[in-house]
């Protein structure tokens, strides 16, 4: 009996990759046979990231479940040394938004401006300011949450649902949806973000003018450079707030006899106690 020996072996004449490339393609998933590689970016240029801008996509879903009016609110000026905490309120009219609407962030002066008097024009807005004594006060987080919810009571029309920038509801009549990043999601928390960018800065400028020297005008209270070295040179106006770290340090300088001592609560005192028979007793007398 004569045995086909090709029958066992492959045929010469085909390559060995060949004759395993189906054993491969098996073993292969097919996501990796299909994959298609990134275009190179040419040496020299840097890759552009499209951000998607906010969109009117919540607040539609709401409308079509008959929940109306929805309102967007965002606060400017939790960072700064100087200033209060401008927080707003705003319910778009969705047959006249205006154009251009993104996280003020994103935007320059000049279209932060021109965008605030659109949404002035087409929008209910309100406004509210909380002040340095109030951030002394409560902290710059209670004070933000406080004038976040004046702004929406506010509003001409009490809205039904609300988006606030951040991680904390705001405690409202209507319901409350927080957005971590909203300004740069939801297109009424970005309106807000333009109101409350704009009023602030206005309010920043008319401080410069009542209080000049320390560049109000120009750094808006942030703690840069130029307002740190005021603030040493100067010490603290009424328009900063007291607690916060470089306007301590700039009060305990100018000002020393403003700030309080503080006890050393490890320091022992000769105290009096009285026993049982009315002898009395030398805290310190076995330490």
Avoid at 148 to 165: E, I, N, S, T, Y
Wanted: proline share 8%; glycine share 6%.
């Amino acid at each position: 009996m004569i045995r086909d020996k090709s029958a066992k072996n492959p045929a010469r004449d085909v390559p060995k990759k060949e004759a395993a490339a189906p054993a491969e393609a098996a073993r292969t998933p097919a996501a990796k046979t299909s994959a298609v590689k990134a275009p190179k970016v040419p040496a020299g240029k840097k890759a552009i990231i499209a951000i998607a801008p906010p969109s009117f996509r919540r607040e539609r879903a709401l409308i079509k479940r008959g929940v109306w009016p929805v309102a967007g609110c965002d606060e400017a000026g939790r960072g700064p040394l100087a200033g209060p905490v401008v927080a707003a309120a705003v319910i778009l009219d969705p047959d006249r938004i205006p154009r251009g609407i993104d996280d003020s962030k994103r935007l320059t002066a000049e279209e932060r401006e021109r965008l605030f008097d659109k949404i002035c024009a087409t929008a209910q807005v309100s406004v509210a300011v909380a002040s340095p004594s109030r951030i002394d006060r409560d902290n710059i987080l209670r004070a933000s949450l406080w004038a976040l919810k004046r702004a929406v009571v506010a509003l001409p029309d009490a809205p039904r649902h609300v988006f606030v920038d951040g991680r904390d509801r705001l405690d409202t009549e209507c319901d409350c949806e927080a957005v971590i990043g909203g300004d740069g999601i939801v297109l009424s928390i970005a309106a807000a973000s333009i109101v409350a960018k704009v009023t602030r800065d206005r309010l920043m400028c008319a401080l410069a003018q009542d209080c000049p020297g320390y560049g109000f005008e120009q750094h808006k209270g942030y703690a840069v450079p130029e307002h740190l070295e005021a603030l040493d040179r100067l010490g603290p106006s009424v328009h900063h707030r007291s607690f916060f770290a470089p306007v301590a340090a700039a009060r305990a300088k100018h000002m020393p006899w403003t700030v309080e001592p503080v006890q050393d609560l490890f320091s022992v005192a000769e105290v009096d106690v009285q026993g049982e028979a009315g002898v009395g007793v030398d805290a310190t007398a076995n330490l």
